[in-house]
């Protein structure tokens, strides 16, 4: 029992109203515990909800990516494409929410900015933008790894008089492209599958690049009736499939090494992987690509004559091809005609490194030799990944411990599931969990959660916070493994580095990079032991 004067709404608080946060309230209400989810939009998805812009889909095959947790739902739905367009997949949240009536224990339109835990109630106190608060002894943050949108730190950016919109706050309504002049600032993931589709509508479209990307063909295709159904009688076979590889997709690792097989079969692997769907070029390339600089300056070289190839201006082509980073080394964006774009005769590339963008006027860009005049401006600007969506959270804990202090050189957790010092507060995809396939992670990470829950409330514990040596050992291990891959040491989301967020510029790994299959066998140690790793009272 609880001795406190503050007053406890609920048994447990999630954060989020994605595929993570809907997960949770299915999962901690089936342990009869009455559980609130808070929503910042109006409505369930999370990242399918707010990431409305034209081309936006999966890069993981529709059909390993749904929810698991229901054969029924497995059966009643279908999937359209392999690779699931916005639309589709938030119409597909909004079916599962409908099914498991979860929107019951969830309120939307609710951004939360602060958390505090009251050390002498053992209670979370969460306080949300209009002012309202709400205590449970549990809190559960399912709030994406890339959900803290940036926009870039350049001046004037407030002064543009035209219709100004980032790619991850696009208007319900949408945007009115057809013959305007646009422009787009960025070239990450987002604007990559945004490009060609603005493009087929703009009258003139500019796009402003600071640092180009690696990007592979994607090779969507329709799924029919038939296939679907041939699909749902493998659910098992598929999923079984994804739990054994290195990152939840169905792809892996090719065994063999780079220099192991002859020039004429690493070309003709090579070829194969690039003309196939999805991400078997970046993840199921031979076993060295994103471990060996050798063998990656290979892939590097090859995938650059790609471009060379695609792409008709040799001049245009070179702006196109990374010069600070091999293949691979960043999460690889996955595209649909994004090279053939700029063999338009609408589309121009702006290289900001050869011709730096002054400000932003009241028409347009200003760049050092030149002024562009603008109907639309779009911010494809990413985000602030992983550790950003929790420094936007105002999270203290025990004696005014403040989670973004804790956190700014590098998070310390012990799985990824629980924040060293801050009790009760239990993370889903937080930072140095394993990464991957992102809905088979929440699944699995969810349920090891529920588990570590339901533990606590059959022994009758109140309060759980991970033992500091664990803590340090785990640490310990996420920089270790962390260091055998190349991308360690290359800025991106994934290493925490964001230019328009101050003191963001160093790279830190923030995901656990050991692979899938072996985190699991270390968190399914853990609770197998009865979680000594674990301080409980």
């Known amino acids: 029992m609880l001795h406190s004067s503050i007053a406890q709404d609920f048994d447990a608080i999630i954060i989020g109203g994605g595929i993570s946060g809907m997960f949770m309230v299915y999962r901690l209400r089936s342990l009869g515990m009455k559980v609130r989810a808070f929503e910042n939009g109006s409505d369930v998805g999370g990242t399918w909800y707010w990431n409305r812009y034209p081309g936006a889909r999966f890069d993981s095959e529709s059909w390993t990516y749904g929810y698991t947790f229901s054969e029924e739902l497995l059966q009643e739905w279908d999937w359209t494409e392999n690779y699931s367009p916005q639309p589709h997949t938030l119409k597909y949240l909004q079916y599962v929410a409908d099914k498991f009536d979860l929107r019951r224990d969830m309120t939307f339109n609710a951004e939360v900015i602060a958390a505090h835990f009251d050390d002498a109630a053992t209670m979370w106190t969460i306080t949300l933008r209009d002012g309202r608060k709400f205590s449970a002894p549990i809190l559960v943050t399912g709030l994406g790894p890339l959900s803290a949108h940036t926009l870039p730190d350049i001046k004037g950016r407030d002064d543009y008089q035209g219709q100004a919109v980032h790619t991850a706050r696009w208007p319900k309504e ?12 960025g070239t990450g993931a ?14 003139q479209l500019t796009v402003f690049q600071r640092t180009p990307n690696w990007a592979a063909p994607l090779h969507n295709a329709k799924i029919s009736k038939e296939e679907m159904a041939e699909i749902k009688t ?10 054994e590889t290195v990152a939840y997709f169905i792809h892996n690792p090719d065994p063999r090494g780079t220099f192991e097989v ?10 194969k992987l690039y003309a196939s769907p999805g991400f078997g070029i970046w993840l199921g390339n031979f076993r060295d690509i994103l471990t060996d600089e050798k063998a990656n300056a290979l892939m590097t070289e090859w995938a650059a004559n790609k471009v060379r190839q695609r ?7 070179e702006r196109l091809i990374p ?16 090279f053939e774009t700029y063999n338009r005769d609408n589309v121009e590339l702006v290289s900001v490194l050869e011709e730096p963008i002054d400000r932003i006027t009241r028409s347009g860009v200003k760049t050092s030799n030149r002024e ?27 004696n005014g411990r403040k989670l973004i202090d804790d956190w700014k050189v590098l998070p310390r957790t012990f799985l990824g599931v629980q924040a060293e010092g801050f009790p009760n507060l239990f993370m889903v995809l937080g930072p140095h969990t394993a990464r991957g396939n992102i809905p088979r992670n929440i699944e699995e990470i969810s349920d090891w959660v529920v588990g570590l829950i ?3 409330r059959d022994k009758g514990h109140e309060r759980c916070e991970p033992r500091p040596g664990p803590v340090e050992t785990y640490t310990q291990e996420v920089l270790e493994v962390d260091a055998l891959l190349l991308s360690s040491k290359v800025p991106s989301w994934q290493t925490g580095v964001n230019r328009n967020v101050e003191g963001k510029s160093v790279p830190r790994p923030l995901g656990y990079n050991g692979g899938a299959p072996r985190y699991r066998k270390k968190a399914a140690k853990v609770a197998a032991g009865g979680y000594k790793e674990f301080k409980f009272s």
């Open 174 to 185: 949408g945007v009115d492209l057809k013959g305007k002049r646009v422009g787009i600032i």
């Open 372 to 398: 562009f005049d603008f109907d639309i401006l779009i911010y494809a600007t990413g985000f602030d990944g992983v550790a950003g969506p929790y420094d936007r959270i105002d999270f203290c804990g025990p």
């Open 323 to 338: 010069k600070n980073h091999g293949f691979g080394t960043r999460r690889l964006p996955l595209e649909s005609g994004y």
């Open 311 to 317: 792409v008709n201006d040799p001049i245009v082509a």
């Open 190 to 203: 987002s604007a990559i599958q945004a490009i060609p589709e603005i493009a087929k509508e703009a009258g």
């Open 262 to 271: 002859t020039e004429e079969e690493r070309l003709e692997h090579w070829e």
């Open 454 to 456: 339901k533990f606590m």
């Open 234 to 243: 493998r659910y098992e076979e598929i999923y079984a499939s994804c739990r």
